[in-house]
């Protein structure tokens, strides 16, 4: 190695360059320094700069590249060009480009075009959210009755149809998580409390839905076919069971018909 590093300890390495790899300049002159090698390797030493490249020989050669271009390019065969004739212009009728430059409107959620309500969904949701625990019946629940519109919206309870199913704990949580998920187009004008109840399976699967208008959205019978695995009652709210029905659920009682929550989760 110290015999392929020699040519460059003549010609090319310097200080500079070795401050890079300090323990190949250390290996190099320990070999050389040995007096069987240093015999053969003579007196050397580093130089402080790198010696320039030959500035003749790389115009020479540049010239040279030049010089043959030139002749290749007097050598070609000239090429008479063509004069293009004009393209006659296509006539497009002033319609049909109006058209295509026009992105087509969204079409409107027909949510959105209901008659108007006194009732802010999104007030709801903000008193639900901040509401503390201990004032949550006094405060939110009250608070969610004086604001309820039954003109503009509707609450539904929907029921699970096959319990039988639900044997493992997070599988049934995982169900109710993905159908909210799925529902989630429809959240600007919803809102739910999805209840699991059981100590031990089969576990029961049940919940309230809140929506914009006076029965399920179309949109959502179309669009998420989570909605064919419930049983779907329209909450009568004139009934003081039912609406207590909704309380309890809004609510999260630790207990409800009887049987122990196991989780509840909230779409807002």
Not at 59 to 82: F, G, L, M, R
Not at 188 to 204: N, T
Not at 227 to 243: A, F, G, M, S
Request: aromatic share 12%; hydrophobic share 35%; with cysteine.
């Amino acid at each position: 190695m110290a015999c392929n590093m020699l040519t460059g300890i003549r010609t090319t390495f310097t200080k500079e360059f070795f401050m890079e790899f300090p323990h190949l300049e250390r290996y190099f002159w320990t070999i050389a320094n040995q007096p069987n090698v240093k015999k053969h390797f003579g007196e050397l030493t580093l130089s402080e700069k790198a010696p320039s490249p030959p500035k003749k020989q790389a115009n020479a050669t540049k010239e040279k590249k030049v010089k043959t271009e030139k002749v290749q390019e007097a050598q070609k065969p000239k090429v008479v060009e063509k004069t293009k004739e004009p393209e006659p212009e296509l006539k497009v009728d002033s319609q049909i480009e109006d058209e295509e430059e026009k992105p087509k409107p969204k079409p409107k959620n027909p949510l959105d075009l209901l008659p108007p309500s006194p009732m802010i969904m999104d007030d709801w949701k903000r008193l639900y959210s901040n509401t503390k625990a201990k004032d949550f019946r006094e405060v939110a629940i009250e608070g969610f009755w004086k604001m309820y519109d039954p003109e503009g919206y509707s609450l539904w309870f929907c029921d699970y149809k096959y319990n039988d199913e639900n044997t493992v704990p997070f599988v049934t949580m995982n169900k109710v998580s993905g159908f909210l998920q799925r529902m989630d187009f429809i959240r600007k004008h919803g809102f739910a409390k999805m209840c699991i109840f059981g100590e031990s399976a089969p576990f029961k699967i049940k919940g309230v839905w809140l929506f914009r208008g006076k029965e399920i959205p179309q949109m959502v019978l179309d669009e998420c076919y989570d909605v064919e695995l419930y049983e779907w009652t329209k909450v009568d709210v004139n009934d003081p069971v039912q609406k207590e029905r909704v309380n309890a659920y809004f609510e999260e009682p630790d207990e409800f018909d009887g049987q122990k929550l196991l989780e509840a989760k909230c779409f807002k």
